[in-house]
């Protein structure tokens, strides 16, 4: 005999099943005329904005690439580290002196294997990546911490935060990075104030 339960758990699931589906059909068919870096760059903002591990993204991302490319395996974010710091600059096209450092400070962390640097280190890759001098690099190092981009690391160095993090991986989509900063804000702000409140 069926328990008078049984019946809406069954239906919630295929309630949530049918939603998975119609979600995922629409982004299938929103990513599809996009490019594989395109792909990877908005996978990126995903997982960073839904606080998925990056990793698990990646090897989705990179089984969906390799299968769609017709047997020619192509690089994914979770793979690729070849890319030399003058590629990277170039493909984030960063426009102000606090993008070109977060940029470079995201280099160095996720391609140098250095999540901790000094504003010399940042200046040294950005000679590396042929970019025009900054006037003053501790004063954009600096401001790229006021902007939160940067945060302090142990010894007087500095670490890309994960807003920072966020804002790089959606370059060069500019108008992206700043929707993703604003929804990290808000989300980090909301949980500031659920932890005042409960104090």
Known sequence: MTSQNELPTNESASKEDAADIQVLSKLVSALQ???PEARARLFRTL??????PLREAGHVLAQQTTKSSSGTSGPTFSEDRSASPKQFIFEKRPTTDVERVTCL???LTHYRGTPHFKTLDI???N?????????NPAVAVENATKAGFLVPALKGQKQVSSIGEMYVQALPDRAAARTAVEHARRRRNRAKKSSMDSD
């Not at 997982?47 to 998925?52: C, Q, R």
């Not at 000679?127 to 006037?135: G, H, Y």
């Open 33 to 35: 005329p996009l490019s």
């Open 47 to 52: 997982a960073t904005f839904f606080d998925i």
């Open 105 to 107: 400070a995201y280099y």
């Open 123 to 125: 200046s040294k890759l």
């Open 127 to 135: 000679t590396e990546a042929a970019q025009i001098k900054f006037s």
